[in-house]
């Protein structure tokens, strides 16, 4: 039973152009979301994250909005660069604890 | 570099072999995780140490793999007489305080191959 889905396995978007990678959940204890990239060869690190308390947290050109009724939150790159093409997961925690619950992953190609 | 630092990269083996992964997690760090990553798949949690304390295991984690977590500083993952189902990315991750306010911060990982 996948509690965190990413429908889209790969995304492809033009440089300069908005990226929107989109993440659904099952678990509705499920409190706080993370969003990671990873590059090849990498590990994934750790990108911008959300509490449910919120709907939106921005960080530059990254952008997290959740909705908690619908049980779904997106990340939106603004303005997209080649430097973005990587592979992003979403990952979700219950009551503030340790485990995270990850999706299987978006690949985003971000075309110069 | 002072990240999340994890030994070795790389490693095959043969069936019914063990094999042992090293992490060293950044330094007051005193939270260490250990996922598993196959292809085409997000990472999965295995287990997580606070300090040199074993706190969680998840079900994925058979009689086969044990942690451990000396002086809570460095850890070690083995696996016992390795399946080919075991064919993986190990990654091990990091973080200062709960996941709530504190990300985790992962290494590179191993990638084990059972041949």
């Known amino acids: 039973d996948q509690q965190v889905k990413q429908n889209s396995p790969s995304l492809s978007v033009q440089e300069g152009r908005i990226s929107i990678l989109n993440c659904d959940y099952t678990n509705s204890m499920f409190d706080y979301f993370l969003w990671y990239k990873k590059y090849p060869a990498e590990g994934p690190t750790f990108l911008i994250s959300?509490?449910?308390?919120?709907d939106k947290n921005e960080d530059g050109r990254f952008t997290v909005f959740l909705n908690k009724s619908a049980k779904h939150l997106s990340l939106h790159i603004v303005p997209s660069q080649p430097g973005d093409s990587a592979v992003y997961f979403c990952a979700a925690s219950a009551n503030a604890g340790n485990m995270l619950t990850f999706g299987g992953g978006t690949r985003l190609m971000v075309k110069p | 570099d002072t990240g999340v630092s994890q030994n070795p990269r790389h490693k095959i083996t043969k069936r019914g072999q063990n094999v042992t992964f090293r992490c060293d997690p950044i330094s007051e760090h005193n939270r260490l995780y250990w996922y598993r990553q196959t292809l085409g798949q997000g990472p999965e949690f295995l287990t997580y140490f606070q300090n040199e304390a074993q706190l969680e295991k998840s079900r994925l984690l058979s009689d086969r793999f044990s942690a451990e977590r000396p002086k809570g500083s460095f850890s070690t993952l083995e696996i016992q007489r390795t399946e080919q189902g075991d064919s993986a990315m190990y990654l091990c991750a990091s973080s200062l305080g709960r996941a709530s306010n504190s990300p985790l911060h992962f290494g590179n990982g191993t990638r084990l191959t059972v041949t």
């Open positions: 959300i509490s449910s308390i919120k």
